[in-house]
């Protein structure tokens, strides 16, 4: 559906925010700030210094829970 993680607005106000996968799932939500925080930490490359040895996916984004349920 979309080429890279998107932060799209929920509310009208712009306060809310969700932050969906490239199929269109919503990963997370809360205010921007929140979402930008998400999409940098599910898009970095992970650091073979903190996780000894990469063979983790970067795709995979397991039990991710929404800051605010919808």
Known sequence: MYAKPMIFP???NGQIYALQDEK?????????????????????????????????????RGNVRSAIPI
């Open 24 to 60: 269109g799932n919503t990963i997370g939500t809360g205010t921007r700030e929140v979402c930008e925080v998400l999409l940098y930490i599910i898009t970095k490359p992970a650091s073979q210094s903190i996780s000894g040895k990469i063979n983790v996916s970067a795709t995979q």
């Open 10 to 12: 929920l509310d009208s």
